[in-house]
């Protein structure tokens, strides 16, 4: 791929992250979700659905005295599998937040890695989010496939990588395998569902 065609690749994701990022914060971002739907193999409903839960598992985050301020916990729903990442300050917080998440409706498995420990830097958050940029970027046509990398879910948390997404055995080995040779990444999680 040459510099140029990078650049502008660097771009459009980037773009696509403030997109997103904007996207969770307006319940009623119904046009940034119906551009998200065209380049996604999950179904409208979907990923409506999977905007809400993670809507609503931030809310009960918010809301909890403990994890409001003392942790640093992503959530990623991804047709109904939700991922929690990042740090809490318990394990019995961490327990009961699963709990909480998983009795949402519509969450069909919650797939937790967060750790116990303080929330994450800033520094280590922009590492991560670096990480995630240079990853989607690396998968722009993978060989021939995924050929659009909005295919694929991209989560880093404290340089592990995690993939989510519908995929083709041979897409999703294709993309673990060029990823786990991107500089920072210490290790790549499929959590694919294959179609």
């Given amino acids: 791929m040459n510099r140029h065609l990078k650049t502008a690749a660097l771009g459009a994701v980037l773009a696509s992250g403030i997109v997103q990022g904007c996207a969770a914060l307006m319940v009623g971002g119904a046009a940034a979700t119906g551009a998200m739907v065209i380049h996604d193999r999950r179904t409208a409903g979907a990923v409506v659905d999977d905007k809400r839960i993670e809507l609503t598992a931030y809310d009960i985050k918010y809301k909890s005295p403990q994890l409001g301020k003392d942790s640093s916990v992503s959530i990623t729903s991804y047709n109904g599998k939700v991922l929690l990442t990042g740090t809490v300050p318990t394990a019995e917080v961490d327990r009961r937040f699963a709990e909480q998440v998983a009795g949402i409706a519509g969450v069909r498995n919650v797939i937790d890695e967060t750790s116990i420990g303080a929330p994450r830097s800033v520094s280590d958050t922009a590492k991560d989010s670096y990480i995630t940029s240079k990853v989607k970027i690396s998968l722009f046509g ?31 080995d294709a993309a673990a395998d060029q990823v786990r040779y991107i500089e920072g990444v210490k290790r790549v999680v499929k959590l694919f569902e294959y179609r």
């Fill in 142 to 172: 993978v060989g021939g496939k995924p050929s659009d990398p909005t295919y694929i879910k991209v989560v880093t948390s404290g340089g592990v990588v995690y993939l989510m997404g519908l995929v083709t055995r041979a897409e999703g």
